[in-house]
Nanobody
Framework: QVQLVESGGGLVQAGESLRLSCAAR????????LGWYRQAPGKERELVAT???????NYAESVKGRVTISRDNAMNRVYLQMNSLKPEDTAVYYC?????????WGKGTLVIVSS
């Protein structure tokens, strides 16, 4: 029912910025919580940020102050602005879409931060 496609990943140097985008298809976008998770090599998937239907954001402690999650309901998109990137931010970043009984995930976009 819901398809999510991430974009915006790439290779950057430490201290630089990236803006990740996620486009959704097949959802009533404005009523669902959204988010970004990431999975680094050899590690479990972890929360980066979420944003409620009302626009309330939550951030993992590891990224707080360096990232901003936002949503554009008219465009059916959620964004993650990442600043002051660190090598430990290297991961595949996944878009998350809250569902009822079933949640939805994108296939991921790779972010590599070199030192």
């Amino acid at each position: 029912q819901v398809q999510l496609v991430e974009s915006g990943g790439g290779l950057v140097q430490a201290g630089e910025s990236l803006r990740l985008s996620c486009a959704a298809r097949g959802s009533v976008f404005s009523i669902n919580a959204l988010g970004w998770y990431r999975q680094a090599p050899g590690k479990e998937r972890e929360l980066v940020a979420t944003i409620s239907a009302s626009g309330r954001p939550n951030y993992a402690e590891s990224v707080k102050g360096r990232v901003t999650i936002s949503r554009d309901n008219a465009m059916n998109r959620v964004y993650l602005q990442m600043n002051s990137l660190k090598p430990e931010d290297t991961a595949v970043y996944y878009c998350y879409h809250e569902g009822y009984g079933v949640d939805y995930w994108g296939k991921g976009t790779l972010v590599i931060v070199s030192s």
